[in-house]
Structure formats: structure tokens, C-alpha cells
């Protein structure tokens, strides 16, 4: 069992960057892949961007490919969120999810996670 603990979120201007980071506060994330999704007000989660337990297999979500870009540091055991670009639309709370998913799609669904984050606030002003 693994908790997660999201940081780096907070308020930018649109065209700025953040840097999420995902960190077990219980547990380890190294035997688990590991993904990022959002949610915006009266909207349902979305998926933005995951990595396979080795690092090997990266995946994007199609609102965030070539501005986002996920990553884990081994060593600090924290996977990483690395946000570009940033638009009035990414405005949401962004959660980390760990997990062992089945095979390639899972990695895009809340289904392929058995363990989540509270969330972190991202706001892109205009």
C-alpha cells in the first residue's frame, strides 16, 4: 500500500510553467506505474499523462501532448509533472494515482489505479 502527496501547485499566468510532484508519504512508488489526471469544476476527471513502473512507458493525454511532460526520479522516489504552456483550460485540480495497470489502455482510465493523492490546485489565469 502506498499514500501520495501531491505538491507544486498554485496560480500562473497563461503561456506559464509549473512542476507538479508526486511523493509517497507511505510506501514506495517504485513498483508502480504512475499517472496524472484533472478535474475541473463540474467536469469529470480526466487522464493527462502517465509512466510505467520503469519509466519505460510514457503516455499523454491528447489536450496536454507536446506541452506536458511526466518523468520520475528514482532516486527520490517522485514522479514529476513538468507543465508548459500553460492555458486558461488547464485550470483544475491535478491528482496522482498509483497502480499496476493490465495492459496499455488502463493507463489512460481511473480503473488502471488502485491508489490516489488528495489533489493539487492549478490555475491559469488569462
Known amino acids: 500500500q502506498v499514500q501520495l502527496v501531491e505538491s507544486g501547485g498554485g496560480l500562473v499566468q497563461a503561456g506559464g510553467s509549473l512542476r507538479l510532484s508526486c511523493a509517497a508519504s507511505?510506501?514506495?512508488?517504485?513498483?508502480?506505474?504512475v499517472g496524472w489526471f484533472r478535474q475541473a469544476p463540474g467536469k469529470e476527471r480526466e487522464f493527462a499523462a502517465a509512466?510505467?513502473?520503469?519509466?519505460?512507458?510514457?503516455y499523454y493525454g491528447d489536450a496536454v501532448k507536446g506541452r506536458f511532460t511526466i518523468s520520475r526520479d528514482s532516486a527520490k522516489d517522485t514522479v514529476y509533472l513538468e507543465m508548459n504552456s500553460l492555458k486558461p483550460e488547464d485550470t483544475a485540480v491535478y491528482y496522482c494515482?498509483?497502480?499496476?495497470?493490465?495492459?496499455?489502455?488502463?493507463?489512460?482510465?481511473?480503473?488502471?489505479?488502485?491508489?490516489w493523492g488528495q489533489g493539487t490546485q492549478v490555475t491559469v489565469s488569462s
Open positions: 494515482a498509483a497502480g499496476a495497470p493490465y495492459y496499455s489502455g488502463s493507463y489512460y482510465h481511473t480503473h488502471g489505479y488502485d491508489y
Open positions: 507511505e510506501g514506495t512508488l517504485s513498483s508502480y506505474a
Open positions: 509512466i510505467s513502473w520503469s519509466g519505460g512507458g510514457l
